[in-house]
């Protein structure tokens, strides 16, 4: 293993810290290893938090600050979080509106944040939350998990917090939150594996020759196993489910985010990003907004994913709304 | 009889069996999973050990009750929050008792399993820590007139329903999203399970 570490077990609280030094304009880290905003809690507005393993960033502490989250709690890497850190950020963020957490769809976070959610309740708090399950490599059915959460996760975040920052309670916030899982779906892929830091070894072995298509973002197997192929085919082959979902039709608007894994280069993604909007434009699909760049990725991993959001005018007008966090800035 | 201290030494061999085993769930958790079980339930049960040392000597419930917080707290995961409900509720059914009979024994082994279904959703088959918990339970409940041989048959018990669910298609938890591609690996979960209850066997035939 070859890491830019000083140890495993320091790697998270040392980032956390690096994050807090950088960053001090916008967030604050605070035990037990959470990220609040830092003028959290803002009375009246609801606040919004989310968190899962580490090995994703920028999400999602890089997606704390204005007109986003109001907290994010990291787990060890790909780890879920504890309780005491949901608990911990609810209390941080509730500025007497209530609290939405939002959680994606993986066995381990949703027991952690159902704990915290329950014990937050008991101590007063108003929370509501919503599972994000949007990639279309995993069957969902009642004999799995269900989808995991992904790509849409950033989308989410981004409409939501614009929606809380606005004014909005809970119910419409979470409302908002559910419209967006309804709409986006998402599928990637891996050329070569992750190494989790405490394991000291590549997670799965595959050869200079080989992809995995519909990877998750944790190293775990996707869907099969083959010969690699052209960026354009790959971009093919993770489209096409997307576009049978039904959800997408001609004349729609939607957002295409093209998302690289930690390892891609920016100059992969853009070509792969030319061909997404090649075979849109040839459905009759309209990328409204587009977002290209490596925000949910599985640490080292090269291979990239791919989400589609069907647009409406309230889903853009909260995309469009200013946004002031560490790793997500426009508007303001 | 078994008392506080026997299960604190149920405890710290568990503790140190799983610290034995982390590279082999980490590695069976790599072929399925996220590949994080191995750390992560070290992680915990490193903090147990911690935590043992600063419990006053008193009852049972407590005991396990703290273990179960303990795990919660520390382990994240899917393991943190099933774990530790099953010690949680483990500790709920011994209550104040110092004393512990092989009734109470397997009764307060029911209420832990019966919280790991809670908590998780999963039901036999799901290819999960249930399969090895559910027979080992069933031993436990079956032999109350004969403890040691109880003990022995819940620790063969839940490696035949570790094995067992091998070669199924796991339906819950992460390796679910496999499908197919699960059938034939050893679950990683169901394979800590089946070391808790040879930890159970092995610090009480010790004692």
């Known amino acids: 293993m070859k890491k830019l570490i000083n140890t495993p077990e320091r790697e998270v609280d040392e980032a956390l810290a690096g994050m807090a030094a950088a960053h001090p304009d916008l967030i604050r880290v605070e035990e037990p290893n959470i990220i609040v905003r830092k003028d959290a809690p803002r009375p009246g507005k609801v606040g919004v938090i989310s968190g899962g393993g580490s090995g994703h960033e920028p999400m999602h502490g890089g997606f704390v600050g204005l007109g986003m989250l109001d907290a994010a709690c990291p787990g060890a890497v790909f780890t879920s979080p504890v309780p005491d850190q949901m608990l911990a950020a609810t209390k941080a963020v509730n500025g007497g509106a209530g609290v939405l957490h939002i959680v994606k769809n993986y066995t381990g976070d949703i027991m952690n944040f159902e704990i915290a959610a329950e014990l937050a309740q008991a101590e007063g708090i108003e929370v509501a939350s919503v599972v994000i399950a949007d990639d279309v490599a995993v069957k969902d059915s009642l004999y799995t998990a269900g989808r995991r959460g992904v790509g849409g996760t950033v989308l989410a975040e981004k409409i939501v917090g614009a929606a809380a920052e606005a004014g909005a309670d809970l119910k419409t916030v979470t409302a908002l939150c559910q419209k967006v899982q309804d709409n986006v779906r998402s599928m990637g892929m891996a050329l070569t594996s992750c190494t989790v830091p405490a394991a000291g070894k590549p997670t799965f072995d595959i050869s200079d020759t080989e992809m995995e298509i519909g990877v998750g973002i944790h190293g775990e197997p996707g869907r099969r196993r083959e010969a690699l192929r052209p960026a354009d085919e790959i971009v093919e082959m993770l489209v096409t489910p997307i576009l049978e979902e039904g959800i997408f039709a001609s004349g729609d608007r939607v957002l295409a985010f093209v998302n690289g894994m930690g390892g891609t280069p920016l100059i992969e993604l853009y070509v792969a990003y030319r061909k997404v909007n090649e075979i849109l434009t040839g459905r009759g699909i309209t990328i409204a907004r587009n977002l290209v760049g490596s925000y949910i990725t599985s640490l080292e991993m090269a291979g990239l994913s791919i989400t589609l959001l069907k647009l409406d005018d309230e889903l853009l007008r909260f995309w469009d709304a200013p946004v002031k966090t560490p790793a997500l800035r426009w508007g303001v | ?207």
């Open chain 2, 1 to 207: 009889m078994i008392s506080t201290g026997d299960f604190s030494r149920f405890l710290e061999t568990f503790a140190a069996r799983i610290h034995d085993a982390k590279e082999e769930l980490t590695q069976l958790d790599s072929a399925i999973g996220d590949a994080d079980h191995g750390i992560n339930m070290d992680r915990g049960m490193t903090a147990i050990m911690e935590l043992l040392p600063g419990l006053p000597d008193g009852d049972a419930g407590t005991l396990f009750k703290q273990t179960g917080m303990k795990l919660i707290s520390t382990v994240g995961g899917a393991s943190g929050p099933l774990y530790g409900t099953f010690f949680l509720r483990l500790g709920t059914a011994f209550g104040t008792a110092t004393e512990i009979g092989p009734t109470e024994l397997a009764a307060g082994f029911r209420a832990g399993l019966e919280g790991v279904i809670a908590r998780g959703k999963a039901g036999l088959d799901d290819k999960t820590m249930v399969d090895a918990m559910v027979p080992a339970v069933a031993a436990l409940e079956a032999g109350v007139g004969d403890l040691p041989a109880a003990l022995d048959a819940a620790a063969i018990a839940a490696a035949e329903g570790r094995d067992r669910v091998t070669p199924f298609v796991a339906r819950k938890g992460r390796a679910s999203y496999l499908g197919e591609r699960s059938a034939g690996h050893q679950d990683p979960g169901a394979t800590s399970t089946t070391i808790l209850f040879e930890s159970l066997r092995d610090a009480l035939r010790a004692g």
